[in-house]
T-cell receptor, first 113, second 114 residues
Framework: DAGITQSPRYKITETGRQVTLMCHQT?????MFWYRQDLGHGLRLIYY???????DKGEVPDGYVVSRSKTENFPLTLESATRSQTSVYFC????????????FGEGSRLTVL | KNQVEQSPQSLIILEGKNCTLQ??????????LRWYKQDTGRGPVSLTI?????NTKSNGRYTATLDADTKQSSLHITASQLSDSASYIC?????????????FGKGTKLSVKP
């Protein structure tokens, strides 16, 4: 019962580099989400996806790119990382009805130097 | 503007004591309200969900209340344990619209001391 897994859990990179955070879920949930969590801001939605090949912007999408070619995977790419993107990133998913709430991954802590 | 405000920001209590966390929201139209528990270094986990018609819901030592008229919810923790130390996040879902209609509070950080 793997659930939802994120990788890497910790990443240090330099300004301007491309970084991809991976998210994989084993429940075949339709909906997947990427959030970032920062002190003083709580969780903020970056992008979400209702199904394979369907994605939409959230509250803070600038500087991020997502794709969803398969239902189970939802990678998040920072094309040119900036220091302001230092954060903890959480992937989440839920089924069509959403009745059980969001299921979150363990988070990916990204530091941009 | 849809908003969720939580209070207090942080709270320290002694093991065995009770506490109540507050969540006020200005989300319309309202669909449901969830409380999540987030342990340090982990992802949030759902504790309870409240819909418009529900006033109270319990999950073990956690009891959530909802007053849809005043747009307030509370999470009461009874006989606290050290393992209750965590951040508690209130999330309100707006009815209809896209799946991006989840409005998060900033959380209350609870520390339970022995």
């Amino acid at each position: 019962d793997a659930g939802i897994t994120q990788s890497p859990r910790y990443k240090i990179t330099e300004t301007g580099r491309q970084v991809t955070l991976m998210c994989h879920q084993t429940w075949s949930h339709s909906y997947m989400f990427w959030y970032r969590q920062d002190l003083g801001h709580g969780l903020r939605l970056i992008y979400y996806s209702a199904a394979a090949d369907i994605t939409d912007k959230g509250e803070v999408p600038d500087g991020y790119v997502v794709s969803r070619s398969k239902t189970e995977n939802f990678p998040l790419t920072l094309e040119s990382a900036t220091r302001s993107q230092t954060s903890v990133y959480f992937c989440a998913s839920h089924g069509s009805g959403g009745g059980s709430g969001l299921f979150f991954g363990e988070g990916s802590r990204l530091t941009v130097l | 503007k849809n908003q969720v405000e939580q209070s207090p920001q942080s709270l320290i209590i002694l093991e065995g004591k009770n506490c109540t966390l507050q969540c006020n929201y200005t989300v319309s139209p309202f669909s449901n309200l969830r409380w999540y528990k987030q342990d340090t270094g982990r992802g949030p986990v759902s504790l309870t969900i409240m819909t418009f018609s529900e006033n109270t819901k319990s999950n073990g030592r956690y009891t959530a209340t909802l007053d849809a008229d005043t747009k307030q919810s509370s999470l009461h923790i009874t006989a606290s344990q050290l393992s209750d130390s965590a951040s508690y996040i209130c999330v309100v879902t707006a009815y209809g619209g896209s799946q991006g209609n989840l409005i998060f509070g900033k959380g209350t950080k609870l520390s339970v001391k022995p």
